[in-house]
Nanobody, 126 residues
Framework: QVQLVESGGGLVQAGGSLRLSCAASGGTFSNYNMGWFRQAPGKEREFVAGISRIGSMTSYADSVKGRFTISRDNAKNMGYLQMNSLKPEDTAVYYC???????????????????WGQGTQVTVSS
């Protein structure tokens, strides 16, 4: 079983940046695609970004393309989400997730996720 712990969330002004981290333990991190999802109040949890097992492929939601960058360091069992040019509509709880079944990071869905982190709050003020 893989345990995921997110960190790096917080309050930031519009236009600012945050870097989220995801620490994985208890399993072989490199066996999994890794992704970030987010859930705003009253909305469904949505895919934000995904990265393949060895980091050769990435995928992003249209709403974050050009602003967010996903990366991973398998030697350290760590995943990251660099978020730049943040907007108030990016406010949400951000979840790290891993899955072993999606054939590409862009195919990651809530239904394919094997393990979730507990989430970290990101709040962007206008």
């Amino acid at each position: 079983q893989v345990q995921l712990v997110e960190s790096g969330g917080g309050l930031v002004q519009a236009g600012g940046s945050l870097r989220l981290s995801c620490a994985a333990s208890g399993g072989t991190f490199s066996n999994y695609n890794m992704g970030w999802f987010r859930q705003a109040p009253g909305k469904e949890r949505e895919f934000v970004a995904g990265i393949s097992r060895i980091g050769s492929m990435t995928s992003y939601a249209d709403s974050v393309k050009g602003r967010f960058t996903i990366s991973r360091d398998n030697a350290k069992n760590m995943g990251y989400l660099q978020m730049n040019s943040l907007k108030p509509e990016d406010t949400a709880v951000y979840y790290c997730a891993v899955d072993r079944t999606a054939r590409a990071p862009g195919l990651m869905r809530r239904s394919t996720i094997d393990y979730w982190g507990q989430g970290t709050q990101v709040t962007v003020s206008s």
